[in-house]
């Protein structure tokens, strides 16, 4: 055989070889795309646009179609929509409803699919809920009587259920948290050490962010809830332009407190109630208007039953949107080994529950 038919040989015999391992080519980890379907925060009877979330974790730019399917009933003016995607970069798409009904479960399910131009699929199911705080002042007693047109969230961990209601008005934005646990462990008195129930809120504005390095500010205002034997107390951990050092150290609750706080915690039938009154003075960047989106967020610590117990998990926020610096530290809380979701949940404020 020739020295030029060799090479011809070899040739071919590399471009077989190649060919092979192209058939046989792992596919990249992961799915193409992560999908996630933000929570509404106007009632869907009064025909808002919702918004689907499609993030590309890859290093090529993703081309597709996002299909959404949303409850049985519902009137959308679109539910299928291209979509393009440049890698580390997140698309927001938005649906309006056109005819939405409410549910009093307040739950939603949506289905979500995207597909590539090569026809990879990727589907999310999830439900959703409405986020939002309609226009009321309720009196801060211990009672739950005022909390009727409250737009209920519920979440459960362990087995155990978290209800979140909220109100404004132009002075106030208050909530209440009831948290089914086994007992309620309150604050050491003189704010000294052992584990406590406590509830952890976060309030920023709608575009606001979690910095990746403890030297960056924080973008958000942070409060903790605690029962006292006074009835209750609510201590500010965070304010917007503190440094997120801050964070990271578990620092004692004394000297925290905002007094201008309205703050009751009372416990009835295996449910402790968080009910509390924040001066809107005290969060000066959320403007309390309707319509207003903002974000918002809850942890409840119930160190003697189910642990940690985060909104943003069970509102579907990605696996990797867990940080460290998204929620202070202090003395007499428990952390698991996986840090909390971020803080940065869509809530808005409405005019009213319908």
């Keep these: 055989m020739t020295t030029r038919a060799h090479g011809v040989l070899l040739f071919v015999l590399i471009a077989a070889m190649l060919a092979g391992c192209g058939e046989r080519r792992t596919p990249p980890a992961g799915p193409a795309v992560a999908l996630r379907a933000e929570n509404l925060t106007v009632s869907p009877s009064t025909g808002p646009v919702t918004h689907v979330l499609v993030r590309n974790p890859g290093a090529e730019t993703y081309r597709g179609t996002v299909t959404a399917t949303f409850p049985d009933g519902w009137k959308m003016n679109t539910t299928c929509q291209d979509v393009t995607v440049r890698p580390g970069e997140t698309a927001r798409l938005a649906f309006a409803i056109e005819r939405g009904a409410d549910s009093a479960s307040n739950t939603y399910p949506v289905h979500l699919k995207a597909v590539s131009a090569d026809g990879t699929e990727v589907t999310r199911a999830q439900t959703i809920v409405c986020a939002s705080a309609p226009y009321f002042k309720p009196t801060i007693d211990g009672q739950t009587d005022d909390w009727k047109d409250a737009i209920a969230v519920t979440f459960a961990t362990g087995g155990r259920k978290t209800v979140v209601g909220t109100y404004w008005s132009r002075r106030s934005l208050s909530l209440l948290v009831a948290v089914e646990e086994d007992a309620l462990t309150p604050l050491p008195e003189q704010g000294g050490g052992g584990a406590c129930d406590a509830v952890q809120i976060a309030v920023s504005p709608r575009d606001a962010k979690t910095p990746a390095s403890s030297s960056g500010v924080a973008q958000r205002y942070e409060f903790l809830l605690a029962a006292t034997a006074a009835g ?41 109630y968080y009910e509390c009154a924040i001066p809107m003075k005290a969060i000066p960047q959320i403007r309390p208007e309707p319509g207003r989106e903002f974000c918002f967020s809850v942890l409840v610590h119930d160190p003697g039953g189910t642990g940690l117990r985060d909104w943003g998990e069970a509102a579907g926020l990605w696996p990797w949107q867990r940080s460290r610096l998204a929620w202070c530290a202090w003395q007499g809380a428990t952390w698991p080994d996986n840090p909390p979701f971020d803080n940065k949940v869509e809530w808005g404020f409405c005019s009213s529950k319908h």
């Design 232 to 272: 209750g107390r609510c201590f500010a951990l965070m304010r917007p332009g503190e440094r997120l050092s801050a964070a990271a150290k578990e620092r004692p609750l004394a000297g925290l407190e905002l007094a201008d706080a309205q703050v009751v915690v009372t416990r009835r039938d295996g449910v402790t």
